[in-house]
């Protein structure tokens, strides 16, 4: 460096502020000049990467959707009858060819497979796949088959960053979680639901709470929904009705919703529980006439009923105003959980999650109908029901909770229906749980001779904790000051063959009886002279996979008290944890039916 | 730590990046187009099928523009009225209310709504949309006053039928205030004064119209009805006259005039004795109609109320009946006041209960309706 480039790097470190940002910039940069980052920040800025990216695909995703539409079924909300019968069985014919040779894949609604890309193949997507995904997905909807657009834009999304991960050479570990990552950012910009994308990816794709991965998954959801906003406009996917809660009885009528989502819900898995193996044991042939078959049904509905064809936002719109009497909506319930059925069953590449909330919607809006026309003084806006009525379905058919809660919170932007729809969603779920106790997606993998990790049934899991292992101590602790005298003395009284000796200030040790009993001890010296480690200690609420973490080959780990740390409230060995665990019947949980 | 030792691959990113916005921006454009045609032809076509008198068949065409451009709001007002067409009263409910919330001060939307809370019997729902709508804006449309005049005027007309008169009163006196006087609107503002009782702004309003048009047969036709309203029976006659040819209801006010002028003590003019003789056979009238009543065909829940309210009304007639000939009565102004109050309770409280009126009980009660307001008196005129 020369005098010059001295004094100008002087001038520039003259404030401490600007010294510490450009040591921070000559630590990224290395003594090489080479990008030289944490992997941890590298992996977020990647995050917002993937999601712009996916934002960009999803957006061209839902036009491609759009344009199919257009041009198969024409600009209409009620496309001619020549056009709905034939288009949705001929477009089926080519895209089970497709399927079946080119992008094997693609089919199913592509949660399951992008659970599959995190949990089996170290987050590797196929690019074929996603743009099979893309091509098939947007043909089937266009076309009419009773499917929505979103778990496809999941699959995408997931598909995005897996080919980035795999571009830029991250780390193993890190592009096995860039499958979830991408598939918030394609679900949110699908959806134009952030928070919802988020929570669906973390209950359903994911299936546990991780820290290290929730800054990314967020940062990406909120990448690709500002992306598809700058193309799409900050439109809500539906014109909510105001709401406010009124009192008490409206709860009565939310809950009959719930009971009526719950039944909905199962008869809507049942059906594909029992149909989708059932043509899937069909001979090989048949399965390119399938989609087309399916099609042809949804068509012949279309002719008087045109409601099922596509996703059908258009339609929970107007329900969501009154369009339509309860009959209708009911008849429209029943009408697109039958056709959704019947696509899906049948492998059509498209999502379930449009359908379920279109099913959702019709239910409600009908039930909320027919209970004004019982009680005219219920002053509820319909589309107070039908909001709640989309919650009930996703609880009970996605058997997401959370997601379903927050989902409708989020698209309703009113916080007024949180307790409609916590009630109704509840009821909905433990109906369906009781009805179907292996979630729709669980079954749909088993069924496809996988066992992925689900939240449902890790919450069904016994957490065993410290408490429930450990044991009190037979007399005292140790303490480090006291002399080796009196320590051997509280030894000779205990039946305990190691004792933890407090150290103070919070720091703990074990001896055994051999080491208090041995020879040549100077008697006079505190017990701390002979402690050669210190152990660990351990609180009462964690988790025995903790303390099995910590125990390795130490024979006894201290239970202290939170508040005192010099205050022992028992002792826990690896002896312990496992009669603990022996107890509870854990080591049986894994072995479940399909 | 992690090392990117190469630039290349994010500098690519970026170019992939920049390259995904434009094709996608490139993809969007094209679609948006071909969409927001799609809406303007739908919308267009529900257009035409509502004014053909198709409006389910608009109906349809809304929707299908909606799809495509579910923001635009007179999209959504024109589905609102096509769905009042087709009967469907509470899905217009709906979609108006949807647009009252994203805007609350649009007056199309608030006078559409108030219009179906009318339709709906819902009085105080229907006037609370009319106020918004004299308050609201007008989005788009260039003849803010003209609109809001109008808007005034039915907000009136409204009131005026629920017999709420000092509301409509207000709300045309705030009318006439911002009116021009060259407005199209005048005859109308002036027949909703009549209609409201005062005779006095109306005849005012009529007077200006005859000053634009002294022939204006119309407005010749409402002068006379607001001096007949006020008891100006000769003006009201100069003003027929003035009608050539006589219209058909020209001629029924004449006759009318004539009838109910041979019935009014306190007409401008009237001598002693033809005010006497005018009470006599306004009290006579009265008088038979109340013997005439049936009572046992009254409904036995108003039954008891009714044969009170008789008792009251005979004992009230007999305490005039001594003073009904043209000497007593005259210079007893007491006396003629309280006959006249007497015959117009006895026809407004037979009017409810005895069935179909003569052609003379119907003049006492529009003498009555007239002089006294007995209709807005709700404790009756004694």
């Known amino acids: 460096m020369n005098q010059r480039s001295r004094q100008v790097l002087q001038d520039l470190l003259a404030t401490p502020v600007r010294r510490k940002y450009f040591e921070s910039l000559r630590h990224m940069a290395g003594p090489t000049g080479v990008l030289s980052i944490r992997e941890e920040q590298f992996f977020l800025v990647l995050a917002i990467a993937i999601g712009i990216l996916a934002g960009f695909v999803v957006v061209c995703f839902r036009i491609a959707i759009g ?46 497979q992008t659970k599959g890309a995190l949990y089996i193949y170290d987050g590797f997507i196929a690019p074929a796949t996603m743009a099979g995904k893309f091509l098939l997905s947007a043909l089937a909807i266009g076309s009419g088959q009773s499917l929505g657009p979103e778990d496809p834009a999941l699959q995408i999304g997931a598909g995005v960053a897996s080919a980035l991960g795999r571009w830029l050479r991250v780390s193993r570990e890190r592009l096995r979680l860039m499958a979830p990552i991408g598939a918030a950012a394609g679900l949110a910009a699908a959806f134009n639901a952030p928070i919802t994308a988020v929570l669906f990816v973390i209950e359903e794709i994911i299936g546990r709470w991780s820290a290290g991965i929730l800054g990314a998954i967020v940062l990406s959801a909120i990448s690709s929904v500002v992306v598809e906003r700058w193309f799409l406009g900050d439109a809500p996917l539906f014109h909510v009705p105001e709401y406010h809660f009124s009192g008490a009885t409206e709860l009565l009528a939310f809950a009959a919703l719930g009971v009526a989502g719950g039944v909905a819900s199962l008869l809507f898995v049942k059906l594909i529980k029992n149909l989708r193996p059932y043509l899937r044991r069909q001979p090989q042939w048949t399965q390119y006439l399938q989609p087309a078959l399916a099609g042809g049904i949804i068509g012949f509905v279309a002719i008087r009923y045109p409601q099922p064809l596509g996703a059908g936002y258009e339609w929970i719109d107007l329900a969501m105003h009154n369009r339509f009497a309860w009959k209708m909506l009911a008849l429209l319930a029943v009408l697109k959980i039958f056709t959704t059925v019947l696509s899906f069953a049948t492998s059509t590449p498209g999502g379930l999650f449009a359908p379920v909330l279109f099913i959702g919607a019709m239910l409600g809006a009908s039930v909320g109908s027919y209970e004004q026309h019982l009680f005219p003084y219920l002053s509820v ?45 509840s009821i909905a779920y433990v109906i369906s749980r009781w009805g179907q106790p292996t979630p729709l997606f669980d079954l749909l993998s088993r069924q496809d001779g996988l066992d992925l990790p689900s939240i449902e049934e890790e919450r069904e899991n016994t957490v065993l904790h410290v408490e429930d292992a450990m044991r009190p101590v037979q007399g005292r602790a140790l303490l480090g000051d006291e002399p080796l005298s009196s320590a051997r003395t509280l030894v000779a009284a205990s039946p305990e063959p190691y004792l933890p000796v407090d150290l103070g200030e919070g720091r703990w040790s074990v001896l055994s009886r051999e080491d208090l009993l041995a020879d040549g001890l100077d008697m006079s010296q505190p017990v701390r002279t002979i402690v050669r480690n210190r152990v660990p200690r351990l609180f009462q609420d964690q988790t025995l996979e903790i303390a099995l973490r910590f125990v390795e080959d130490r024979h006894l780990l201290p239970v202290v008290n939170r508040g005192n740390l010099g205050m022992l409230v028992g002792v826990v060995s690896l002896e312990d944890i496992l009669r603990a665990y022996r107890r509870a019947g854990v080591t049986d949980m894994h072995v479940q039916d399909g | 730590m992690w090392t ?34 799609l809406a303007q032809q739908y919308a267009a076509q529900g257009d035409r099928q509502l004014a053909a008198h198709h409006p389910a068949e608009a109906v349809q065409a809304y929707e299908s523009a909606l799809a495509y451009s579910p923001d635009e709001r007179h999209i959504r007002l024109s589905l609102g009225d096509a769905l009042i067409e087709s009967g469907y009263r509470n899905e217009a409910m709906a979609q108006l209310h949807n647009l009252w919330e994203g805007r609350p001060d649009d007056a199309a939307v608030n006078l559409k709504l108030a219009r179906l809370q009318a339709l709906a019997r819902q009085p105080e729902l229907a006037l609370r949309f009319y106020r918004n709508a004299i308050e609201g804006a007008w989005p788009g449309r260039n003849d803010q006053a003209a609109a809001n ?16 008169r000092e509301e409509a009163e207000t709300v045309l006196i705030g009318t006439e205030e911002s009116m021009p006087v060259s407005s199209d609107q005048q005859p109308l503002l002036a027949s909703l004064f009549l209609r409201n009782g005062d005779a006095a702004r109306a005849q005012m309003l009529y007077q200006l119209l005859l000053v634009r048009n002294q022939h204006d047969s119309d407005a010749l036709l409402g002068a006379a009805r607001a001096n007949f309203l006020a008891g100006n029976y000769d003006a009201a006659r100069q003003y027929l006259a003035r009608i050539r040819p006589l219209s058909a209801p020209a001629g029924l006010l004449s006759s009318e005039l004539d009838a109910i002028e041979a019935l009014d003590p306190f007409a401008p003019g009237a001598t002693p004795r033809s005010r006497a003789q005018r009470t006599i056979s306004a009290y006579q009238i009265a008088r038979h109609r109340l013997d005439a009543c049936d009572l046992d065909k009254v409904p036995a829940a108003t039954r008891e109320a009714a044969n009170v ?26 006396v003629i006041e309280s006959s006249m109050r007497f015959a117009f309770q006895a026809e407004l409280s037979s009017n409810s209960l005895c069935g179909q009126p003569s052609a003379d009980d119907e003049h006492l009660l529009q003498l009555g309706r007239q002089r006294l307001g007995v209709l807005q008196s709700p404790g009756g005129v004694r």
Request: charged share 15%; no cysteine; proline share 6%.
């Open chain 2, 309 to 334: 309210q008789w008792v009251g009304l005979r004992q009230w007639a007999a305490q005039l009946d001594p003073f009904m000939n043209p000497r007593k009565l005259h210079g007893r102004d007491d």
């Open chain 1, 67 to 112: 344009w199919a539409r257009l041009l198969l079924l024409g600009g209409g909300m009620h496309p001619t009858w020549p056009r709905v019968v034939l288009v949705p069985a001929q477009t089926g014919l080519v895209i089970a060819y497709l399927a079946l040779r080119f992008f094997p894949k693609a089919r199913g609604s592509g949660i399951n």
């Open chain 2, 149 to 164: 005049v109008s808007v005034r005027l039915e907000a009136a007309e409204y009131l005026i039928s629920l017999a709420r």
């Open chain 1, 381 to 425: 806006p319909i589309g107070a029901y039908a909001l709640v009525g989309m919650g009930a379905l996703f609880a009970g058919i996605m058997r997401a909770p959370m997601t379903s809660v927050f989902m409708v919170l989020e698209v309703s932007g009113n916080y007024s229906i949180i307790l409609p729809v916590m009630i109704s969603n």
């Open chain 2, 4 to 37: 990117l030792r190469d630039w290349r691959p994010l500098l690519l990113l970026a170019l992939i990046i920049i390259f995904g916005f434009s094709f996608t921006r490139l993809v969007v454009g094209h679609y948006q187009q071909k969409t927001a045609l």
